[in-house]
């Protein structure tokens, strides 16, 4: 039975990297070693607009059946999606000079 601090709903505002960072915590803290354990703390304390999501982003399969890693993997893909290399190459391509920008990189020195 945990006994050490409390595991708090996931805030949107909240980066998802620390919350899973902090959930790591409260497990190894709490002595929580099984992962089926681990995954079903998680599902149950993340919240209902965190819950929801997962469920969208893995119809028509259920949360259950995932582990706590792809679990995690599959919000943090979401919210943090990795930033398309074509789009990236664009922007650095289309860079222009502004009026108060040398060419020279000496002016930074």
């Known amino acids: 039975m945990p006994t050490y601090g409390k595991l708090d709903s996931f805030d ?3 980066d ?3 919350y899973v960072e ?3 915590h409260y497990f190894n803290a709490n002595e ?3 992962e089926d354990q681990k995954r079903d703390i998680f599902l149950s304390v993340c ?3 965190t819950y929801k999501l997962i469920r969208d ?3 028509p399969a259920k949360p ?3 582990s706590l890693a ?3 993997k599959l919000v943090k893909d979401h919210r943090d999606p990795v930033p398309s290399e074509i789009i990236q190459r664009f922007k650095f391509n289309s860079r222009t000079r502004h009026s108060d920008e040398s060419v020279s990189r000496r002016d930074k020195e």
Request: aromatic content about 4%; proline content about 0%; cysteine-free.
């Open 12 to 14: 949107e505002s909240e």
């Open 16 to 18: 998802w990297t620390q």
């Open 22 to 24: 902090r959930m790591e």
């Open 32 to 34: 929580i070693d099984e």
């Open 47 to 49: 919240g209902k607009n």
């Open 57 to 59: 982003l893995l119809a």
């Open 64 to 66: 259950g059946t995932k």
């Open 70 to 72: 792809d679990l995690t």
